[in-house]
């Protein structure tokens, strides 16, 4: 029995062989795009040239699904791109300690950008906002506003300046 992004994968058999591939390192989000892609309702999960098993469809929605929600607690990112939101630009936050609780990403014909906006599990977005521009995204807006680590330090020496009197 094999798990992968906290799923039981179905064993793979002789006719999951004609499934398109898809490898264990990669976001769950991605494996969502290559299903649509593909047309088809299963990946088979390698690593490397090791068959894990076959994700299906329903229960890839039914994890993220479980996970994914804007109503759960955190603040929220709106920003706009020539490149869309993927499953690269999620694991760089992660990366970075913070999760990604909803997102969703639409093409603007006008001005030929991705839109995104996506929820985190912040109290304070500052800091991943930071990253987000230091990934080539322009950030529109985000909520709640929060103290940027600039401000913090300007209140640190104001603070410093007066014990110091």
């Known amino acids: 029995m094999t798990w992968v992004f906290g799923i039981q994968l179905h064993p793979s058999d002789e006719a999951s062989k004609g499934l398109v591939s ?3 390192d990669q976001h ?9 892609k593909a047309k088809s ?14 994700l299906q469809a329903k229960d890839l929605a039914l994890w993220i699904g479980g996970i994914w929600s804007f109503n759960l607690p955190g603040c929220s990112i709106w920003f706009q791109s020539d490149k869309t ?3 690269d630009a999620m694991l760089a936050l992660e990366a970075e300690g913070y999760r990604v609780v909803a997102h969703a990403t639409d093409f603007h014909m006008d001005n030929q950008q991705f839109l995104t ?7 304070d977005p500052s800091s991943a906002v930071n990253t987000l521009q230091r990934m080539g995204y322009t950030v529109s807006g985000y909520a709640p506003k929060g103290g940027s680590h600039g401000d913090a330090e300007d209140n640190l020496a104001h603070l410093m300046h007066f014990i110091n009197l």
Request: aromatic share 6%.
């Open 117 to 123: 906006v996506i929820r985190l599990d912040l109290k």
């Open 22 to 24: 898809f490898p264990v």
């Open 85 to 87: 939101f993927d499953g």
């Open 28 to 36: 769950p989000m991605d494996a969502l795009a290559v299903m649509s």
């Open 41 to 54: 309702t299963a990946l088979l999960i390698v690593d490397g040239e090791d068959r894990l098993g076959v």
